[in-house]
Every structure is written in structure tokens, then in C-alpha cells.
Antibody
């Protein structure tokens, strides 16, 4: 059974760096074809893909946010971490991690419950 | 980036009726399109991938069609649990992009 769960702060101040952790079970990110992504959703708005990390440690970032994002993994802990620098109130959103369908480049098959992050002073 | 446009923004349908949702890509994404369902307070749920393949456990009343730039999600007979927001997503190009969503509400 595949499960994912996001953790991190619920509130960050403007200009701070956000660090979110995705802890998963039921698969190994070291296995060929496995990929994990981060997606966010501002309140009442649509989904936005942030970053993806692959089984071979390849990393891909949103074009508009790539200067602010870093994605990494700890295979031994079954965790994927994303950091976003210089947070702004417009970054207030629910942040999801998701595992892609095996060998897929984009199909988000399993999702975490999400974590609401509010950016406010 | 590929722009995904969904229409209509809101669809009012009576239970038991058919719902047809549209998704248009700003350029061809081949068949690399997925549909997700999202209910309030929940994470999205994968419904369809590869434009027409139902994900595991998705009822047969959900069907997807289309290729290139025009795609359709059809719900043949709406059940109470189907009232939700539906998103399309292209993954032919990086970064993958989502449509703005169609809210299916009870008429």
C-alpha cells in the first residue's frame, strides 16, 4: 500500500525559507521508474506543479519557480524534501507530494493529504 | 509553457444525467493527458491517464477521449459522489501544467 504524508510548518513569515518533507511508504524511490513530485494549490485556485525527483536523482523544476526551489531525497528514510526560498504571501497554498505512476513522466497516481502553508507576518 | 483551458468553469447537472467536460491544450500534447477529481478538503484523485485509460478503481461511468489539443471527460450518469472539481493535466512537455478546473455542481 502506497502512502505519502507531508510535514512542515503551517505558518512562515515573508522572506523566510520553507522546508517541507514528504515521508512515504509502500515503494522505494531507488527503484527504476519511480518518481515523486511536489504540487501546490492556493486556496480556491488550480493546481501548480513545483518539482519532481526521479529514481536516478534527476531533478526537474517549475520554470517560474526554479530559482527558489530545491528538491532532494533521502532514500534510506523514504523521504523527499523541498525547500522554497524567499516566501511571499502569494505562496500561501496547500502543498502536496505525490508519487507518479511507475515509469510515467507526469501521471500523479498517489497523493498525500496535503499541508496548508500560510505566509504571513 | 503549455496552457490548458477547461470549459465550462461550472457545470450544473442533475443526478443521473450525463456530464461532458472539455479541456483544450495550447499546442498538441499527443495523448499525454490526465484527469483528476477533487472534493472539498481532499487531495486530487487520478481518474484517467493517457487520455482514455481509467485508473484503478475508477467506475466505468467515467470515460476520457481526445488527442492532440482537444480532450473530453464524460460522466455517463452522475452520482451524488461525483459532484466535485475536475482538472485536466498535460504531461507531454515539462513543466506539466493543469487546467483551471471545472466544477460539477448539483442542478
Amino acid at each position: 500500500q502506497v502512502t505519502l504524508k507531508e510535514s512542515g510548518p503551517a505558518l512562515v513569515k515573508p522572506t523566510q525559507t520553507l522546508t517541507l518533507t514528504c515521508t512515504f511508504s509502500g515503494f522505494s524511490l531507488g527503484s527504476t521508474g519511480m518518481r515523486v513530485a511536489w504540487i501546490r494549490q492556493p486556496p480556491g485556485k488550480a493546481l501548480e506543479w513545483l518539482a519532481r525527483i526521479d529514481w536516478d536523482d534527476d531533478k526537474f523544476y517549475s520554470t517560474s519557480l526554479k530559482t527558489r526551489l530545491t528538491i532532494s531525497r533521502d532514500t534510506s528514510k523514504n523521504q523527499v524534501v523541498v525547500t522554497m526560498t524567499n516566501m511571499d504571501p502569494v505562496d500561501t497554498a496547500t502543498y502536496y507530494c505525490a508519487r507518479l505512476r511507475e515509469h510515467s513522466f507526469g501521471v500523479l497516481e498517489f497523493w498525500g493529504q496535503g499541508i496548508l502553508v500560510t505566509v504571513s507576518s | 509553457e503549455i496552457l490548458m483551458t477547461q470549459s465550462p468553469a461550472t457545470l450544473s447537472v442533475s443526478p443521473g444525467e450525463r456530464a461532458t467536460l472539455s479541456c483544450r491544450a495550447s499546442q498538441s500534447v499527443s495523448g499525454n493527458l490526465a484527469w483528476y477529481q477533487q472534493k472539498p478538503g481532499q487531495a486530487p484523485r487520478l481518474l484517467i491517464y493517457g487520455a482514455f485509460t481509467r485508473a484503478t478503481g475508477v467506475p466505468a461511468r467515467f470515460s476520457g477521449s481526445g488527442s492532440g489539443t482537444e480532450f473530453t471527460l464524460t460522466i455517463s450518469s452522475l452520482q451524488s459522489e461525483d459532484f466535485a472539481i475536475y482538472y485536466c493535466q498535460q504531461f507531454n512537455y515539462w513543466p506539466s501544467t493543469f487546467g483551471g478546473g471545472t466544477k460539477v455542481e448539483i442542478k
